[in-house]
Structure formats: C-alpha cells, structure tokens
C-alpha cells in the first residue's frame, strides 16, 4: 500500500481484507478515526465512458467521491453537486484534474427544484451533453423513537434523499437519450430496516420504488435506471452520525465481518453507467458484506 500526497489510499484487493489491521496505518482523523479508501491502484480503467458527461450528487466525499474518481478514469467529465463541505469538494476536484479529468463543482440544496434545474443548465453550458445522473446525496439523523424525529427533520430527510432524486431526474430527462443512464443509491437499510434510522430507512425503500417505476417508464427510449444498494460503508457520514460504542462495531454484523469502503462501490456504479449493464433496468445491485437479502 502507498498514499499520495491527497491522502487518498492506494492499496489492492488484499488491503481490504481485515479492515482493523489495515486502520492501523491508515491516514487518522483528529479524533483518531481512520480515513475512508476512496481509489485503489489494482483498478484497470478501459474508457468504457469515455466522452460521456456524469452529474454526481454528494461528490464531494464518501462514495460519491469514490465514483467520481472511477468515472474520472474511465473518460467521464464530472460535475460533483454537494451542500456541504466545500474543502471535501475542491479535494476531491484537484484529485480527479490530478487524474486528467475535467470537473465542474456546483453546491446547493439538492432538495430544492430551481436548483436541480440550475445544476442541469450549468452542466449543459460547461459540456454541451449529459448522459449519466448519479442520484448519491443523502442524509441521515438517527434517534431512537419515532417520537424523536421532528417534522422539520422528517421533511428534510425527505427532501434530501428521495425529492432531491426525483427533482434532478426531471430536470436531466429532457437531455438523456438513448443509452443515458440514472443511478440512484439506496441502502441495505431499504429491506432490512434500522431501529435508529427509520425516516431515512423510509426514504431508503421509496428509492427502490423510484427506480422500478422509472425504469419502467423510461424503457422504452433506451435510458437505463438502476440502483446499488450499500450495506455498512466507511465514509465521513458514520463518524458524523453515529456515537463512539456504534463506530468501533460498524460492519461487524455482516459475514465479512467489516465495513465496506467507498472504493469498493465505485465499480458498480461504472458497471451500471456503461454498456456492460445495457440490457439491465429496474434492478438493484446489492454491495453489503454477504448480507442476503431477500425483495
């Protein structure tokens, strides 16, 4: 294994076997927390989108970067959406022109309509083209009943992980075509549920409707819609959200006995952009550490 001077870890599949001794030396947060993987240097780009033009929400951090590196490789221009975090944004921005790519940054409220439809008019203004919408923004704000979550917190909850979807999807349709792809991430969450998360795990399973009856709608004009499922992923959003007790057993309860890394998702959702997945619609791609899942 080897870091660049991004922090960005580089390491081949082995590297990801036994997430614990692996954090040993690990880049730490100040809270002594290691650093997600965001690349890996066993990964063998073949341009399967090259020319191709790719909104990802959330691509600023945790998956969304993973993906925006990984479509970066395969020849794709990006145009990261993000709220937040804009020293995670021009990170991951000099990160992929690092790589050779060409990157758009846009931040925003992904809830809000007028600013899907200005994130889409920014996009076409930058690179005259859009094929691939990658749906990846999300929150979450785990309690511990019902009783807990406010109005205000539901309805942004819902705004963010599946308004924000359906808002954006609007907005790109008028300049999909025909092998065009959308990608929305949904969670293991959406079949198995979570005691503390259940607005978002909510949210979670109206994705998963989204993308059946979309794909279904959209069949026809030969614009794909999938989605992948992650189970427990290593990203900024656990050690945000989750106590101290819950981070130091994250991803021990799946058969691979460890959290995911952001890197390891970021092929599916190559899989899912290219033509490898062109007579695949309507279906969900299940990345959770061997948790079988069953709907």
């Given at each position: 294994m080897g870091y660049n001077k991004d922090n960005f870890l580089e390491g081949t599949l082995n590297d990801f076997i036994n997430f614990e001794k692996v954090s040993e030396g690990l880049p730490k947060t100040e809270d002594q927390q290691p650093l997600p993987y965001y690349e890996r240097e066993d990964y063998r780009a073949a341009g399967k989108l090259k020319g191709k033009v790719a909104i990802v929400t959330g691509g600023n951090s945790g998956i969304g970067r993973a993906i925006s590196i990984a479509y970066t490789l395969e020849g794709a221009k990006i145009v990261i959406a993000f709220y937040g975090d804009q020293e995670g944004a021009e990170e991951t921005k000099a990160r992929l022109?690092?790589?050779?790519?060409?990157?758009?940054?846009?931040?925003?409220?992904?809830?809000?309509?007028?600013?899907?439809?200005?994130?889409?008019?920014?996009?076409?203004?930058?690179?005259?083209?859009?094929?691939?919408?990658?749906?990846?923004?999300?929150?979450?704000?785990?309690?511990?009943?019902?009783?807990?979550?406010?109005?205000?917190?539901?309805?942004?909850?819902?705004?963010?992980?599946?308004?924000?979807?359906?808002?954006?999807?609007?907005?790109?349709?008028?300049?999909?075509?025909?092998?065009?792809?959308i990608i929305n991430t949904t969670s293991s969450t959406a079949y198995e549920g979570n005691s503390l998360l259940i607005d978002y795990s909510s949210t979670k399973g109206a994705i998963v409707s989204f993308t059946r009856s979309l794909s279904m709608n959209l069949a026809k004009q030969g614009i794909r819609v999938n989605a992948v499922a992650p189970g427990p992923i290593w990203t900024p959003l656990i050690t945000d959200t989750f106590p101290d007790e819950s981070v130091k057993t994250f991803g021990k309860n799946t058969p691979m006995d460890r959290p995911g890394q952001p890197a390891e998702m970021a092929s599916a959702y190559v899989f899912l952009a290219c033509n490898d997945s062109s007579y695949m619609t309507g279906q969900v791609l299940h990345l959770n550490g061997g948790v079988i899942v069953n709907g």
């Amino acid at each position: 294994m080897g870091y660049n001077k991004d922090n960005f870890l580089e390491g081949t599949l082995n590297d990801f076997i036994n997430f614990e001794k692996v954090s040993e030396g690990l880049p730490k947060t100040e809270d002594q927390q290691p650093l997600p993987y965001y690349e890996r240097e066993d990964y063998r780009a073949a341009g399967k989108l090259k020319g191709k033009v790719a909104i990802v929400t959330g691509g600023n951090s945790g998956i969304g970067r993973a993906i925006s590196i990984a479509y970066t490789l395969e020849g794709a221009k990006i145009v990261i959406a993000f709220y937040g975090d804009q020293e995670g944004a021009e990170e991951t921005k000099a990160r992929l022109e690092e790589l050779g790519g060409e990157v758009l940054l846009s931040q925003g409220d992904i809830g809000d309509g007028a600013y899907c439809e200005e994130l889409v008019k920014k996009t076409i203004d930058r690179f005259g083209r859009l094929d691939i919408v990658v749906n990846n923004a999300s929150m979450q704000k785990p309690e511990d009943s019902l009783l807990d979550i406010t109005d205000e917190s539901m309805e942004k909850t819902f705004k963010t992980n599946i308004f924000g979807m359906m808002r954006l999807a609007r907005a790109a349709l008028p300049h999909l075509t025909l092998g065009s792809a959308i990608i929305n991430t949904t969670s293991s969450t959406a079949y198995e549920g979570n005691s503390l998360l259940i607005d978002y795990s909510s949210t979670k399973g109206a994705i998963v409707s989204f993308t059946r009856s979309l794909s279904m709608n959209l069949a026809k004009q030969g614009i794909r819609v999938n989605a992948v499922a992650p189970g427990p992923i290593w990203t900024p959003l656990i050690t945000d959200t989750f106590p101290d007790e819950s981070v130091k057993t994250f991803g021990k309860n799946t058969p691979m006995d460890r959290p995911g890394q952001p890197a390891e998702m970021a092929s599916a959702y190559v899989f899912l952009a290219c033509n490898d997945s062109s007579y695949m619609t309507g279906q969900v791609l299940h990345l959770n550490g061997g948790v079988i899942v069953n709907g």
